[in-house]
Nanobody, 124 residues
Framework: QVQLVESGGGLVQAGGSLRLSCAAS????????MGWFRQAPGKEREFVAA????????SYADSVKGRFTIFRDSAKITVYLQMNRLKPEDTAVYYC?????????????????WGQGTQVTVSS
């Protein structure tokens, strides 16, 4: 059973920072792309960021560029989302995702695996 386990969500004031973590359950994820999505109340789930385990540049949604950074620790099989200068509109449930084809994260929003989600709330 493949699992993606997120942690690190919480409540933060606008302008603050949070770091989300997503731990994968097996090392075959070394060939996968990993990413983050979010879903705010009453809205559709949207792409946030993605990165390949093998290296290369990361991809970001325009709404988070310059504020969020995605990076990975291959030894821990963990991917992180560092979120700085948070805004109230960043409030959402954040989901980790994994896909063998990065386009399934960045383009189609149909990854192979999903995490259970972690709540991020930014107060004004």
């Amino acid at each position: 059973q493949v699992q993606l386990v997120e942690s690190g969500g919480g409540l933060v004031q606008a302008g603050g920072s949070l770091r989300l973590s997503c731990a994968a359950s097996r090392r075959t994820f070394s060939r996968y792309a990993m990413g983050w999505f979010r879903q705010a109340p009453g809205k559709e789930r949207e792409f946030v960021a993605a990165v390949r385990w093998s290296g290369g540049s990361a991809s970001y949604a325009d709404s988070v560029k310059g504020r969020f950074t995605i990076f990975r620790d291959s030894a821990k099989i963990t991917v992180y989302l560092q979120m700085n200068r948070l805004k109230p509109e960043d409030t959402a449930v954040y989901y980790c995702a994994a896909a063998e084809d990065p386009q399934n994260i960045v383009v189609s929003g149909t990854p192979d695996y999903w995490g259970q989600g972690t709540q991020v709330t930014v107060s004004s």
